[in-house]
């Protein structure tokens, strides 16, 4: 039982490059959710999704785009890497319902330079 | 925007103390999500209190959910030091009760042998 993987762990990229982030769960949950953590702010909610094909915008979209082929994958992309980008990325899922927590993968560290 | 706002932010203490961690908000949540993140891990979910009122306990960790459904505590009996880390509470919102949570910045808990 894998939860939530997420990949690469660590990546350095150029300003402009642009890349995708991995996440894929295998608990058959029907949420799933992309979080950056920056030191002093917490966890910022990027866009989320309730099931495959629905997508909608968190607290802090700009910049990034994600897609929900499969209930398992939720891949974010960074279409034009900026320093302001660098962060942890974490990707978290959970069964909907409000008794239901999210089980969270181990994180990406990002570094733009 | 909701905003959930935790105190103390740091909080250094002996081994056997007995510590409380706030969560306050002006916002109604659905529910209210407690997380304990180590480091270069993501958030791992320690209780989900759902019922205004609501206390759970979880062995020397009490969880308590106001009667409105804004804030909560967190009460550790006799720290350990397995206790250290950084707690997190989180509320839920949306349609459907938990498509989106709110982050707290953490208090960052280190109990001292």
């Known amino acids: 039982n894998a939860g939530v993987t997420q990949t690469p762990k660590f990546q350095v990229l150029k300003t402009g490059q642009s890349m995708t982030l991995q996440c894929a769960q295998d608990?058959?949950?029907?949420?799933m959710s992309w979080y950056r953590q920056d030191p002093g702010m917490g966890l910022r909610l990027i866009h989320y999704s309730v099931g495959a094909g629905i997508t909608d915008q968190g607290e802090v979209p700009n910049g990034y785009n994600v897609s929900r082929s499969t209930t398992e994958d939720f891949p974010l992309r960074l279409l034009s890497a900026a320093p302001s980008q660098t962060s942890v990325y974490f990707c978290?899922?959970?069964?909907?319902?409000?008794?239901?927590?999210?089980?969270f993968g181990s994180g990406t560290r990002l570094t733009v330079v | 925007t909701q905003l959930l706002e935790q105190s103390p932010q740091f909080l250094s203490i002996q081994e056997g103390e007995n510590l409380t961690v706030y969560c306050n908000s002006s916002?109604?949540?659905?529910?209210l999500q407690w997380y304990r993140q180590e480091p270069g891990e993501g958030p791992v979910l320690l209780v989900t209190?759902?019922?205004?009122?609501e206390v759970k306990k979880l062995k020397r960790l009490t969880f308590q959910f106001g009667d409105a459904r804004k804030d909560s505590s967190l009460h550790i009996t006799a720290a350990q030091p397995g206790d250290t880390g950084l707690y997190l509470c989180?509320?839920?919102?949306?349609?459907?009760?938990?498509?989106?949570?709110?982050f707290g910045t953490g208090t960052r808990l280190t109990i001292i042998p």
């Open positions: 916002s109604v949540f659905s529910s």
């Open positions: 209190v759902v019922t205004g009122g």
């Open positions: 608990m058959n949950h029907e949420y």
């Open positions: 978290a899922s959970s069964k909907p319902g409000q008794s239901y927590g999210y089980t």
């Open positions: 989180a509320g839920a919102h949306g349609g459907f009760g938990n498509e989106k949570l709110t």
